[in-house]
Structures are given as C-alpha cells and as structure tokens.
C-alpha cells in the first residue's frame, strides 16, 4: 500500500515517491545540546522514528539524518557560566539526548552529524552565497539577502513582511532589510570562533542544518521534518539558502511538521513554569508509557501533556502486555505486520487508528482459541513492534515499576511464599496483612488460575 504524506509546501496530503528508490533521503532537525531537553522536544524524533520505520518496510535503502547543534550562542553562555570549553557542554548534553532517546524507543539515525565537523563546508556555502549575489558582508558578519529570493515565504504560506513583522528580528545598522539573516557573525577572544574569509567567527544556526544535508544526503532531498515552531524561521531560511547555493534545485521535496505539545492547553515554556524535562520524565516513568503517549495524538495536531494522559499510556500497556503474560506458552512464530495496522499508518501517520487497531488485536488475542491463538499473538506483536511498542517481556515489564524504584523481587517473592504458606494454613488474616504490606510497598498481586502474580503499580 502507498504512503501518504501530508506536505506542508503544498498544503496537501500527496503520494510518497522518492526520487531515487534505492537511496532514500531523509533530514530532520535534532537537538542543540547546551542542557536536557523537554519532553515536548521529544515529540519531533519519536514520530520520525516512526515514520522512518514505515519507510524501510517500502524502500529499505532509507538514509535518515538528524543533526545535533553543538555550537550555538545559548551554548556558549551555558559553558561561559560553568567555566569550561564548549565541548564539555555539548558532549555531556549529547551523551545525555542520545541515552534518553534509546529509552524511548527511539533508534540512532543512520547520520548524526555535528555542526562544528563542517565548518569547511559551511564556509563553502557562504561563499557560494556571495558570489550568486544572496548575500553580503558587512562588520565581520555575512547575511543573507532575503529580497533576492523571490519565493521567500512559500513554506509558511504568508508575505515575507508579515513574517518579518511577526517575528522577532535582530535589528542592527549592518543589514540591508530587518529580515536578513545571519550566515556567519564574528567571534571575539571569549567565543568559540574559525578562521574565515570574513574573519575569526562562528556560523549562524539556519546555515549549519543547510551544509550538514548538502554534505550527507545531497542537494535535493525526499524529506525535511520538524517541529512546527521550525517553519519559520528556520525552515523557511533553508530552503532560501539551500536554494540559491544549489542553482535553483528543490531543496526538500516533502516537508513534514509535527504538532506542539501543550501543558493544559497552554504552550511549554520557561515563564509559565511548565516545562517537564525528559531526562526527569524518565527517571520517574517507563519509556515505553512516555512513547505512547507522544503517538496517542495524530502528529500534526497540538498533544496535551496531563498525568492523567500518562497513566492512562501505563493502563493501555499493562492491558497489552497482560494478553501476552496470559499467551506465555503460545508459540507466535515471526511477528507479522497486520495490515490494518500499516494502513493507518500510511495514512500520514495516523497512529490514533493505528492504537485502535492494536486494541483490537489485543482483545481479538485475549478471546483466541486453540489454533488460533499462535496467529492472533504474532498480529499483536507484529503491530505493536512497528510502533516500537510491546518490546518487553511480559512479566519483566510487570516488574519493572518506574526507573528510580528500588524493586527487591527476591525479598517479594519471599512475601509471596509466606503468605501461599497462611492460605495453606487458612491463617487469612496474616494472609491479608502480606497483601496490604506489599500494596504499601507498591506491590500489585493477582490470585488466579496460574497461581499468584505480582506487579509493580507505576506512577
């Protein structure tokens, strides 16, 4: 089946082709490492993980970039307040993004490159730049000339002056027009700097993402993603530079936006005090519950952050993963891909048909019978893997509470003798004296056919 990808260029929902079948090109905009990330910046690289998972199963030949900014002005006053060089900051802070995003599901791209290995090609594009007559130097710094790229604007669909208008814009004597941007700005003895043309200085942020995709996947590519707050300016400066260094070539041939993610209908931000780190999130919740959470919502929709929401994600996986405890001695065979499951998400990503259609699956497992049952586990495992769910064994998922608990399965499963041994004895009320020390501990058990279960209750 197609894959249908809504392009924000165009406005519309069109046919995914890429132009070279057997070299997929795909770009998205990673993190700049100056500190750990919120978990609304988490939203852009699981849903890319996603689609980039839907694209292999097409064209297995996908080449997937995401960038890491590691020299950037908040940067260098986050080393300047510290007292120690730039790449103390950024490698830490890399290390850390990295670490996060293997707890969420979320698979190294295949290209993950830093802007300070390509100074030289960044450079290299300015100077191109100039000689096309798009930009100019002025004070130690280089811009580029906006009014020389006619269809400026067309990715955020508005007129060049309200954009400038809207925004906020450095205004300084050295520009031509308020809404030059900078390509390259000079660098004193306290700032991280290279030597150029111009001078001793530091690139600009828009140019870097520019080098680092010419550099690795070549002038045009099939995809460019982000967030929405990316479209303009950042996106828009792209295409304006990446453009007119290429002759005119289409820069990304598909553009891809995801949503914001919202703390009661309100927008994460430092002054409102709401901004949840990931890194925290994830010393406190399972990985996997923060994952789902962030495809509950379709991609290109706002996603409201609430506790409720998360547990609701833990309540949905402890159902899941229950079906699969309960299957422990059916063989699935491979997992298969059910294509209800892959339908929904060749429909621009919606993974909110595509969680219905594993709930479906789940409850279709748990009702199987005889034969059917070794299928019926494969199409839930199949569907859920592809989601980057579902990647636990059952009963290590049901032990394994949230991250900075500290679980003593010896010394519960020792309660848990104690009290088969009080049943035994009919002595029931040491029996329900165990259960209640263990539901102060954190402890859930479960009396049934298979005999006494426990899990942990996560937060």
Not at 13 to 23: H, S
Request: proline share 6%; aromatic share 8%; hydrophobic share 40%.
């Amino acid at each position: 089946m197609p894959i249908s990808l809504y392009n924000t260029l165009t406005r519309r929902t069109e046919a995914f082709t890429p132009l070279d079948p057997q070299r997929v090109t795909m770009y998205v905009c990673g993190p700049t490492v100056y500190n750990f990330i919120h978990i609304g910046n988490a939203r852009p690289p699981v849903v890319f993980d996603l689609l980039a998972r839907l694209i292999r199963r097409h064209y297995p030949k996908l080449v997937y970039a995401r960038n890491i900014t590691d020299v950037d002005d908040k940067i260098n006053a986050a080393a300047a307040a510290a007292g120690v060089p730039i790449s103390q900051i950024t490698g830490h802070f890399a290390s850390a993004y990295r670490d996060d995003m293997a707890r969420l599901g979320v698979a190294p791209p295949d290209i993950e490159p830093l802007a300070t290995a390509h100074i030289p090609q960044i450079i290299a594009m300015i100077e191109r730049l100039i000689a096309g007559g798009h930009a100019y130097e002025a004070e130690g710094h280089v811009l580029f000339e906006v009014a020389s790229f006619a269809a400026y604007g067309a990715l955020s669909g508005r007129d060049p002056d309200e954009l400038i208008a809207g925004s906020r814009v450095e205004v300084a004597p050295y520009k031509k027009s308020p809404g030059d941007f900078v390509l390259w700005k000079p660098s004193d003895a306290s700032l991280p700097g290279w030597e150029s043309p111009w001078g001793r200085g530091r690139p600009g942020w828009h140019i870097e993402c520019s080098a680092m995709s010419e550099a690795h996947l070549g002038d045009t590519i099939d995809i460019h993603a982000g967030g929405v707050d990316l479209t303009f300016p950042h996106h828009e400066n792209e295409i304006a530079q990446s453009v007119c260094a290429h002759g005119g070539k289409t820069f990304a041939r598909f553009w891809l936006h995801n949503g914001m993610l919202t703390f009661d209908g309100r927008k994460m931000s430092k002054s409102l005090g709401n901004v949840l780190q990931l890194h925290e999130l994830l010393n406190r919740h399972p990985g996997e519950a923060l994952r789902l959470m962030l495809l509950r919502g379709h991609y290109r929709q706002p996603l409201d952050w609430s506790d409720n929401a998360l547990s609701q994600s833990v309540r949905t996986l402890d159902g899941w993963y229950g079906v699969l405890r309960d299957m422990a001695d059916v063989e699935a065979g491979e997992p298969a891909i059910p294509p209800s499951v892959e339908a929904a998400l060749c429909d621009d990503l919606n993974t909110p048909q595509a969680l219905a259609e594993i709930s479906q699956l789940a409850d279709a497992a748990r009702r199987a019978t005889g034969d059917e049952r070794g299928p019926a586990k494969a199409a839930l495992l199949g569907g859920a893997s592809l989601l980057g769910l579902l990647g636990h064994e059952p009963e290590a998922w049901f032990r394994l509470g949230n991250p900075g608990d500290a679980i003593d399965a010896t010394a519960i499963e020792a309660l848990l003798d104690e009290r088969r041994a009080a049943r035994a004895a009919k002595d029931f009320a040491r029996s329900d004296a165990i259960r209640d020390q263990l539901k102060e501990l954190g402890i859930a058990i479960e009396d049934g056919a298979q005999g006494t279960r426990w899990s942990v209750v996560k937060a």
